[in-house]
């Protein structure tokens, strides 16, 4: 029988056997959602309590710091640009977003909004200057601004610009990623709630996942091959009801022509998931509070690697590692 089980566990493909999650001692105890992995070494992270954290050594250290006058902002959001430069983004009314040019010893806020109900939900930034912030409806419209001078200033789009929400659609400030590029140009962004749809431009498309409460709908869209000219069509999104996180039915859905069309995963992720990342074109990683899947053969089979619940998950924008951080200061990094 030898030579069959050999044969048998030689046909495994090897990632599903050796990939595995290696829990890292962060120090802290906040609830983290913001997560920025410049490269293989530096790695910025925020979260609740008004705290931001920074490494240089990939993760084995962490100098943890709490922004003055910030203390009981949460912090959902975060993109660096290295280990000195980083914008962070506090959520709900005032909305806030702040800039340190020198590791996070100072901050200075680069925006503020006070309107009643204002909450921002995710930042993606194209380059070192140009950006882009989205948040809730205001008065039945979705909040965008754009930065071109690396986050130094905002300015909202011009009233009639602001796409229209539906009754009780909104967006999930789960993990940053409900926005991603498209191109060098442009950025798409996915919502929930009572509707879960895709926006492209002047396209509305609507997602095949769970919708119809509060608590459903997509929460992360990956995008692969997107620093090119053309919009890129390759893309995956997550999500599912967070208030029946165990379920895996309409959690997850693939898009290989730009969101024209739409597959569901042959086999789903472990339940409600809140981001999803590329780490090749056939790779994938998805992370809620269930646990963590991996997929490698670009999302349509997903396999549960963990049951440890995580919010974000992020691969190094110049280098190979993968890393996730979520509640109670966890942080992990992908091991294969």
């Known amino acids: 029988m030898l030579p069959a089980i050999f044969f048998i566990f030689c046909m495994t493909p090897s990632f599903l ?14 609830s983290i959602r913001g997560l920025s992995v410049v490269n293989d070494k530096v790695i910025w992270a925020s979260g609740t309590n008004g705290t931001v954290g920074r490494s240089a050594d990939s993760g084995n250290t962490w100098k943890w710091m709490q922004v003055k006058g910030f203390e009981k902002a949460d912090f959902r959001a975060i993109e660096a640009f290295d280990a000195a430069t980083a914008i962070i983004m506090a ?97 798409c962004f996915v919502t929930g709630g009572s509707v879960s749809r895709l ?48 379920v895996t039915a309409q959690n ?30 056939k790779r994938l990683i998805t992370c809620g509070t269930t646990g963590i899947d991996v997929s490698d053969n670009g999302g349509m089979r997903w396999k549960l690697i963990s049951s440890e619940g995580f919010h974000v998950c992020r691969k190094a924008k110049n280098g190979k590692m993968v890393f996730l951080a979520g509640k109670e200061g966890r942080i992990a990094k992908l091991v294969w």
């Open 17 to 30: 056997i050796a990939q595995h999650v290696e829990m890292l001692q962060s120090g802290t105890t906040i």
């Open 91 to 187: 959520i709900a009314d005032p909305a806030y977003i702040l800039k340190t040019n020198d590791g996070g010893n100072s901050w200075k806020v680069v925006f503020e909004d006070r309107r009643k109900g204002m909450f921002l939900d995710a930042m993606a930034f194209w380059n070192e200057q140009s950006g882009i912030v989205i948040g809730d409806p205001l008065e039945e419209k979705l909040f965008i601004a754009r930065t071109f001078n690396g986050g130094d200033t905002w300015q909202g789009l011009p009233d009639e610009n602001y796409p229209v929400a539906q009754q009780g659609e909104a967006l999930f400030a789960a993990s940053g990623t409900n926005i991603r590029l498209l191109s060098k140009q442009e950025a």
């Open 199 to 246: 926006f492209i431009r002047n396209r509305i498309i609507n997602l095949p996942v769970a919708q119809g409460k509060a608590t459903t709908g997509a929460n992360s869209i990956a995008v692969y091959n997107n620093q090119k000219q053309k919009p890129a069509k390759y893309m995956v999104v997550v999500g599912g009801d967070f208030s029946a996180d165990t």
């Open 252 to 281: 997850c859905a693939v898009s290989k022509d730009g969101g024209n069309t739409w597959q569901t995963p042959e086999i789903s992720p472990g339940g409600y998931r809140s981001c999803v990342e590329f780490i090749t074109k």
